[in-house]
């Protein structure tokens, strides 16, 4: 059984860049706007010999109930949830 990765963090910290990097293809959007990636995208990645499933959420953001940020914020909680390691990216810019 492949243990599974969530990508998480605020939105344009380089979620997205980084899954695509691990599956090996542009399957996930990159943009400089934040909020490109609405739902979760899931690959079968590697890094050296290790082989893992990697999924790459939206933005973690306060967002009203009920609407469109909410719900890809429970999109990313339940990809949390599933996930054997949770990686935390953040923006190291100044």
């Given at each position: 059984m492949k243990a599974t990765l969530a990508i998480v963090g605020r939105p344009n910290v380089g979620k997205s860049t980084l899954f695509n990097r691990l599956v090996g293809r542009q399957h996930a959007i990159v943009d400089d706007q934040p909020g490109v990636t609405r739902d979760r995208r899931e690959g079968d990645?590697?890094?050296a010999e290790l082989r893992f499933r990697v999924i790459d959420t939206a933005g973690l953001e306060e967002a009203a109930s009920g609407s469109l940020e909410?719900?890809?914020?429970?999109?990313?909680?339940r990809a949390i949830t599933e996930a054997d390691i949770t990686l935390l990216m953040i923006d190291a810019r100044v």
């Open positions: 990645a590697s890094l909410d719900r890809m914020r429970r999109q990313t909680e």
